[in-house]
């Protein structure tokens, strides 16, 4: 089973790591403080053509986060919640550090934004269960985590797909393809273990001329299959196009299946392509248990909580997604990721046909 960083329990969790079970007990939570020490700049990192990196010049700094001031830098692994509906564990949830102020002007451009430089974009996703379908088909909402609770996306699986498919919308009340508030979706292969992130650009049957009309390609994300069954932390690897001098993404427009960030991932072709991973949990002997540490971020022990990043730089971490309460979850992201690629990376965590669970 995994742990995550909530407040400091005193029982500990007898069960063992082998976390066969399919069920939400396990969860990622680490051993180490997540300091991301002043090494070199971690925005070298997504640069994969031109330039070296030109000096960002307002973004740099960053608001003041309350964020990283948390002090608790030693994991208090609190009790691994195995049951569904369990407890009322969130209680002190409230102490979870929220987002620095972050100004949403325009909603289409700042959810397709890199995370400025040196900002932690603290984000929360409650999945709704309620209603006809909704069991089966639940509607997932991206908020920022802040006194405001600004809405960002909403998300949910298109119900007469052959392999999943999530509309991803900056309308909460408008999950249609064709409505203009569409501005992405994720869709997975056949068996559930690979899933490709588009913008709401066109299918390039239907490109014009200078091809300029056509999707990009935002992400994709490998989970790695275990054919003896689920025995431990689960492994994902995620792409995402590099950045260019100027710190903005490549664009990445497949003419065909066979350009894509997949094939091209799997065709060691990484121009223009980065390759993140999550962090691999460390075994704790006294809680037995996998631990990440989230910095009270997370509170639930889940198999879907994870942190992103970079293997050159471990400490930096790209993107963390864990479970707060039963149906809410903490997303936070760091620059390069937008918070459509960071969402739709979050999606392909609650896919249900994943093979390797």
């Not at 195995?82 to 102020?101: F, M, T």
């Not at 273990?193 to 300029?212: E, H, I, L, Q, Y």
């Not at 993140?276 to 631990?291: C, F, G, I, M």
Request: charged content about 30%; some cysteine.
């Amino acid at each position: 089973m995994f742990q995550v960083n909530g407040e400091r329990k005193e029982k500990k969790s007898k069960k063992k790591a082998a976390t066969g079970s399919d069920e939400e007990d396990d969860s990622d939570s680490s051993t180490k403080p997540i300091r991301s020490e002043k090494k070199k700049n971690p925005v070298s990192l997504f640069q994969t053509g031109g330039d070296p990196p030109k000096e960002k010049k307002t973004r740099k700094k960053a608001p003041p986060k309350a964020a990283d001031s948390e002090e608790e830098t030693l994991e208090s692994p609190q009790k691994n919640s195995n049951k569904k509906g369990k407890g009322k564990k969130s209680k002190k949830k409230e102490e979870r550090p929220p987002s620095p102020v972050i100004e949403v002007d325009n909603l289409e451009e700042f959810v397709l934004r890199p995370a400025p430089q040196g900002v932690t974009i603290k984000c929360r996703v409650t999945r709704d269960k309620k209603g006809m379908d909704r069991g089966l088909y639940p509607t997932y909402y991206l908020h920022l985590d802040n006194d405001k609770k600004v809405f960002l996306l909403a998300g949910r699986k298109r119900k007469k797909s052959k392999t999943s498919n999530y509309l991803i919308s900056i309308d909460p009340t408008d999950l249609s393809r064709g409505g203009e508030n569409f501005i992405g979706k994720l869709r997975s292969n056949l068996m559930g273990t690979k899933f490709t992130v588009f913008d709401n650009g066109a299918n390039p049957d239907r490109a014009n001329a200078d091809w300029s009309n056509v999707r990009q390609e935002l992400s994709a994300v490998v989970y790695e299959t275990n054919v003896l069954g689920f025995k431990g932390p689960r492994k994902m690897t995620v792409i995402i196009p590099g950045m260019n001098s100027d710190n903005e993404r490549v664009p990445i427009r497949p003419r065909n299946d066979n350009d894509g960030l997949l094939m091209r991932w799997q065709n060691k072709n990484m121009d223009n392509v980065i390759e993140l991973h999550n962090k691999a949990p460390v075994w704790n002997d006294e809680t037995q248990s996998y631990v990440l540490n989230f910095h009270g971020r997370v509170t639930h022990a889940s198999v879907k909580n994870f942190q992103i990043v970079h293997g050159s730089d471990p400490d930096y971490i790209v993107m963390q997604f864990g479970r707060v309460a039963d149906d809410a979850f903490t997303m936070d992201y760091n620059y390069p990721l937008c918070a459509l690629q960071a969402f739709a990376i979050a999606l392909s965590s609650f896919d249900g046909k994943l093979a390797c669970e």
